[in-house]
């Protein structure tokens, strides 16, 4: 599968929910602005391209849970916040 192809499937996917998409989108560029985190640095730890990265950070896309995982990992956040802005309950 291609790379078109790919970001044809993500657009696909996100485009019935703008809201949550943007929401999202918002959570995770603060989240690398506050850790002085580069898209291309990002995208280097994810193995995506750093186009993919630019696309979840201006909400036109939204990553794959598995890179949600990661990211919140490595910025040390709460991946229930990351992806849904609400932490898990203890």
Do not use: F
């Not at 929401?23 to 994810?46: C, E, Q, T, V």
């Amino acid at each position: 599968m291609n790379r078109r192809t790919q970001s044809m499937g993500h657009l696909e996917r996100t485009a019935g929910n703008d809201r949550l998409r943007r929401a999202l989108a918002a959570r995770l560029d603060r989240a690398l602005k506050r850790a002085g985190i580069s898209s291309a640095r990002a995208a280097n730890w994810l193995g995506v391209s750093e186009h993919d990265v630019q696309y979840w950070r201006r909400g036109i896309t939204v990553p794959p849970l598995k890179a949600c995982m990661r990211l919140a990992t490595v910025l040390h956040l709460d991946v229930d916040w990351l992806c849904t802005g609400q932490s898990q309950a203890a």
